[in-house]
């Protein structure tokens, strides 16, 4: 009986000991936890006054997306031998001069996909990567300062697809106006004065156009994380048809040193592209596809995967 008492008091004083020792663990794991975020917490602030110095600022973060397989007499699905996969990139980067009377901000979007799907047991199908995801856009800001945050400015931004159907349809627009620059990370422009030219061959579908401007973009780096979101829109002054805007957000986290996860989205909205793609690719109609008859649907594409941080 006195051996088991001994028992039970050494089990349950081990008990408390081990108690103690995990509550004390927590607590210096707290403490160390606050130290990092307190650490962080300085170092984020020294990075605002080097990002506030004049010169130039330099930065690029991109993501790589693959996605293959392959089945072989897998007969539960409708295709047994199949091959596929998605091969997606994308690279944001971004020079940007500021000094105490003006500033000149450049910035790049690349978005490039591959996708296929190989019916082996289809001898007349395309067994090659196609194109899919097409966006290539960059864009020069130039702007004379009035105060900390006002500026006239001047913008020329280009936008069209690398893979296929280069320059067309391609935009370039040219504009001036005023900058609104809050912070060193967020710019708003308003130019009323803009000309939108429309490269394509089709010239019934595509026109140039004077309008207004307004582009937001906010780009920034914190600690692991990076991210961008630029939205550029036009309005034409000779109809809301040949109006248009893009929306793309990127985000990136670091996981181990400059490798991590990224993500990335964008929306559009262009009615010429919806009317020359309605002409081209859908079932013809006793008359053609006009402004007034053609669905403007939402243009949307997103893509998760491997990140880089340059």
Known sequence: MKKILLSLVILFTASIAMAQTEAELKALKKTKTDSIAQIQARANAIQSKIDALPGWKKGAFGTVGVNLSEFS?????????????????????????????????NSLNINLGWVKFDDKNDPTDDDSFQEATDVFNISSLYGYRLNEKLAVSALG?????????FNDPGYLDIGVGGTWTPDDYLVVVVHPLNYNFVFAEDDTVFNSSLGAKVVADYTRSIGKISFKSNL??????????????????????????????GFEFGLRGNKQEALNFANNNLAPMADPFTFENVDNELQSYYLIGVNYKF
């Not at 199949?82 to 994308?90: D, E, F, H, R």
């Not at 931004?157 to 159907?165: H, I, M």
Request: charge should be positive; proline fraction near 1%; avoid cysteine.
């Open 73 to 105: 007499n897998w007969y539960s699905q409708g295709s047994a031998d199949v091959s596929s996969g998605n091969i997606a990139l994308i690279a944001n980067a971004y020079a940007n001069l500021k000094q105490p009377k003006y500033f000149w901000r």
């Open 232 to 261: 550029s829109m036009f309005y034409s002054y000779e109809s809301s048809d040949l109006s248009n805007y893009t929306w793309i957000n990127s985000f990136g986290y670091t996981l181990w040193k400059n490798i991590g996860i």
């Open 157 to 165: 931004e280009y936008r069209t697809t690398l893979l296929n159907n």
